[in-house]
C-alpha cells in the first residue's frame, strides 16, 4: 500500500511518520508538506502515487482539496489530529504515529 504522510512544512510530523513506517513490508511510504516553503510540497505526482493519505491536522486536508481537488476525489484522507508542537522523532509523537496508523490501517 502507498501511503503519503502530509503536514505544513515537511519538516516534522510528516517526515517522522515517513521514517517511523517505511520499513514496515506492506507500506511504500512518502511525505510532503502543504507549504510552498516545505521541503518536499506535495505535488501532482505524490498524489497520483499514493493510496492512502494522512494528514496531520484538518487544515492539511482543506489544503489539499483546494489545491488537488480533482485529484482527491477517489483517495481517503485520514486526519490524526497531531499538533505541531513535536520535534523530529520525538518519542511522543513516534507513538502517536505508531499506534493511530496501525490502527486505522489495522497493522501490526
Same mark, same amino acid.
Given at each position: ?56 491536522? $484538518? ?12 485529484? #482527491?476525489?477517489?483517495?481517503? !484522507?485520514?486526519? *490524526? &489530529?497531531?499538533?505541531? $508542537? ?12 505508531? #499506534?493511530?496508523?496501525?490502527? !486505522?490501517?489495522? *497493522? &501490526?
Amino acid at each position: 500500500m502507498n501511503v503519503l504522510f502530509v503536514c505544513s512544512r515537511n519538516q516534522w510530523r510528516s517526515p517522522t511518520a515517513e521514517q517511523v513506517w517505511r520499513r514496515h513490508p506492506a507500506l511504500s511510504v512518502r511525505s510532503g508538506g502543504t507549504s510552498l516553503n516545505a521541503r518536499h510540497p506535495v505535488n501532482a505526482n505524490d498524489l497520483a502515487w499514493c493510496e492512502v493519505i494522512f494528514v496531520m491536522e $484538518e487544515k492539511h486536508k482543506s489544503r489539499l482539496r483546494a489545491q488537488f481537488g480533482r485529484l #482527491l476525489e477517489h483517495k481517503t !484522507i485520514h486526519v *490524526l &489530529d497531531i499538533p505541531d $508542537e513535536y520535534q523530529f522523532m520525538q518519542p511522543e509523537l513516534v507513538e502517536q504515529l505508531e #499506534l493511530s496508523v496501525a490502527s !486505522i490501517l489495522g *497493522l &501490526d
